[in-house]
């Protein structure tokens, strides 16, 4: 089991930035790795991915704003928000995903960092 820990939410100006981290309890390696979140009253949705090949896909909304890098190295990945809006405040949740030929689709979560974009 893979226990992940979000740090670096908090309180973000519009059209600053902010940089999320996501530490894992182990290996992320053979995991593709990913970053949702869910505003007040809405779904959670996919901000950004990157797969365990380094593929990375982002939402339409996020694109050109958003950087998901991951270092499997130190069980980390990274989710750099430039220009935020306000639309982007929301609970941030890091997810680790893999396929287990048995199991099927292996999902964790992170407990969720809060990002609140307000002047």
């Known amino acids: 089991q893979v226990q992940l820990v979000e740090s670096g939410g908090g309180l973000g100006q519009p059209g600053g930035s902010l940089r999320l981290s996501c530490t894992a309890s182990?290996?992320?390696?053979?995991?593709?790795m990913g970053w949702y979140r869910q505003a007040p009253g809405s779904q959670r949705e996919l901000v950004a991915s990157v797969a365990r090949g380094g593929t990375e896909n982002y939402a339409d909304s996020v694109k050109g704003r958003f950087t998901i890098s991951r270092n499997n190295a130190e069980n980390t990945v990274f989710l750099e928000m430039n220009s935020v809006q306000s639309d982007d405040t929301a609970v941030y949740y890091c997810n680790a995903e893999r396929w287990d030929w048995l199991q099927g689709t292996i999902n964790y979560w992170g407990q969720g960092t809060q990002v609140n974009v307000s002047s």
């Open positions: 182990g290996t992320i390696f053979d995991y593709n």
